[in-house]
């Protein structure tokens, strides 16, 4: 048992944070030993453990086992909780804890930076002079994205409470078997003439128009109650019966005018949810994985089939239900051929590249996550199976290829890489190794290519057009440095430079 779970399962009489913060902890342990006179080799000495692992252990980079806490605390003639006290032992204690906090952030590991101690080498005024700078860059970070703060940091808001619940709505689910049982629905997947007995059991008719506004999906005249959709949905849309789901979604779940951002966007979430469970009901889902996942064969593409939705209605409905249901912890991603995250879901601990503010979408996606690898597949729109190693773990993902307006998307759905045998593709021989945000992994352009294009190339950034995206800072701002190098390097090779005529 580690400290943290000690301080979790409540058998001290302590009142720390919910989790232990190993560089407090180690803090206040190098503070005891020196209050006692202790160097490290005595009190290793004392309780049987190597200098090297106490120095850790002081130097936050490892959590002590509850024998190993105990035996330190016995050795300094302290009490544990003194050691566990979320507050640090001094002022210089404090700013030192500061200043690790803040070289731990993903904004000054992505800089290739080295970290700085702060042991007692370092002197008090470089000490508070490094905590301003990186105060202040954080602040102007911040800054960067503060047009679109309000929308980041509400859907990152929604997000957690998504993750809090597995994705799963049962108050969501309990409106639309409601709404199923009003029809006398009562197997398989809605019909469109299901949907049509269900928008006129709500009151409404549905009309199909040509001059739909450019930026609407749909039009209700609530005076009327009638519905308009466009006439003819493109092959590369949204599916028209997904459309009048939502719509109608808006009046069974009591939706008002959204009073801010955060209420329009959990409006969003809330409609799409409610369509996906009238096109897939819950019961008819989960009995078609629950027989999947016994054969071992889940597989995505089934599920889209079975139910005759589109591969991300189908992604998304067994984000609601794989964890609710059957304990398989998922994420989910939605990446342009860019690599720029547009949508992305997780309760399963997989870590996604995030802005100051902790927001997802805009961020540019690891180059070895499946998600980006399968742009380059040979065959990119049949099944595609990867298992990559992270930081977090190892995961597997399942991925599939779009094509819209907007250029194509890949959807991805993983899961930790014990859960990958039930799925069909489990067993692929496909593996990447990631170390994002370790700059040197994919963000960093390979040291030959800045060498012959550092300070040779200059792009003009294409404005991002997603909504929650700020405008990252880098080399080129908005433009991936080593796409623009390996673009010239290809353009290179292809012909000689020739000069304007």
Known sequence: MTASELTRGGKLNVNPPEDVDLVTLGQRLRHQRRVKGLTLDQLSAAVGRAPSQ?????????????SVLQAIAGALGVPMQD??????????????????????????QALGLPM?????????????SLIGLHAELTRLLTEQSATPELARRANQQLRIEMRE????????????????????????????????????????????VSDLPGSARSVTDLRNHKIYLPQVASG??????????QTLGHFVLGHHDPADYGDFLRQRVEVNYFAAALLMPEKFATDFLRDAKADRALAIDDFRDAFGVSYETAAHRFTNLATHHFGIPVHFARVHESGTVYKAYENDDVRFPTDVTGAIEG??????WASRTVFAADDPYSSFYQFTDTGKGTYWCTVHVESTRSGEFSVTVGTPYQHARWFRGGDTTRRTVSTCPDPTCCRRPPAELVERWGGQAWPSARVHSHLLAALPPGTFPGVDAQDVYEFLQRRAQDRPSQAPS
């Open 236 to 245: 590369k849309g949204h599916d028209p019966r997904a459309v009048v789901l």
């Open 363 to 368: 961020q540019p996606v690891c180059r070895k």
């Open 83 to 108: 050691l566990l006290r979320p507050e640090a032992p001094s002022r210089r204690a404090g700013l030192e804890i500061e200043l690790a906090h803040f070289q731990r952030e993903p904004a000054y």
């Open 116 to 128: 700085v101690r702060g042991g007692r080498r370092l002197p008090a005024d470089a000490l508070e």
């Open 54 to 66: 106490l120095s850790l252990i002081e130097n936050g980079k490892r959590e002590p086992k509850l």
């Open 165 to 208: 619940r597995d994705n799963y709505f049962d108050y969501i689910e309990l409106a639309a078997a409601k709404v199923l049982e009003s029809v006398r629905h009562t197997t398989g997947p809605l019909s469109q003439r299901g949907i049509l007995d269900i928008a006129a059991h709500l009151g409404f008719s549905l009309h199909y």
